[in-house]
């Protein structure tokens, strides 16, 4: 039998956590797992390197392929070098914080190595002496062992814009404009539309054929405005998922995050819809405990054509997190039906 052919969208600790539950999934099911990653990360590491040296934000693309690292001794170690995030030294300064920057001391000069992640460098050492970055993440992936590959959403990086209602808290009822991932994940107001800059960047071609012969589709968790429903607004990959024989799955998160406080998990299966009319799914895998009323999370995962699966998937400890072991044994008779 071939392996079943998975595709998941996202990029940061949601996809994160779906390519680990996935791992989880072996031996119980024969995987092949393509990860495709937002690029509008412009915060931290990513936003630096981004902003002084251009190319794509490694970030999300570095901690999908760690996720996916191989099991052997020394592999695991290079994933630990990956995620090896430098700090400042003595008398240079705190490390750069989440908004980027590069870390100074009283006076003292930028110390241009402080919070940068060691496998952000390398992705972006990899893509200018390779020439691009799909080849610089499958060589990365080849450094780690990796059981899938990892590919961007586009060879582009994209700004993420949104407009939102209350950003300012003296001023509920405007709505201004947010520029930046980083702005709009942290917004203390309403998010009432979305948009990448630019407005239709071309997909990765990589990508496209990898959806147009996945087996299953499959949407979060994770950032639902910064790290979701980006990719629904790259046309070339947008026309993909709907054209796509596959099966979809969308993966519903545990709690709301800042930028989607006030949104519902049925108003999280609605944003697809809204941004993705066209847009099919087949199941809804949600939290038993974090779904509140079922009813209404079942209503709008039928209304997407869906059914709704519920399980524990959280870790046990009341964190909002979903553990990669349980999510991984809810998934196995999700994507191994009709095998």
Known sequence: MTPTRVVAFGGGHGLSASLRALRHCVPGLDLDITAVVTVGDDGGSSGR?????????????????????GDHPATRRSAALFQHRFAAVAGSGAAAGGSGGAARGDGGAADPLAGHAVGNLLLHGLTELLGDPVVALDHAGAMLGAVGRVLPMSRQPVGIEARVRGADPDRPDEVRTVRGQHQVAVTSGTVESLRLTPAAPAACAEAVTAVATADWLIFGPGSWYTSVLPHLLVPGLADAIVSSPARRLVTLNLVAEKETLGLS?????????????????????????AVGDPMAVERAAESLGARLVLAPVAVTDGTPRHDPAALGAALVPVLGADR
């Open 49 to 69: 390197l981004r902003a002084e040296r251009g190319g794509l934000p490694p970030g999300d693309l570095r901690q999908a392929l760690v996720a996916l690292a």
């Open 265 to 289: 998990l049925p108003d999280h299966l609605d944003t697809l819809r809204r941004y993705l009319p066209e847009l099919k799914v087949d199941m809804v895998l949600a939290d038993s405990k």
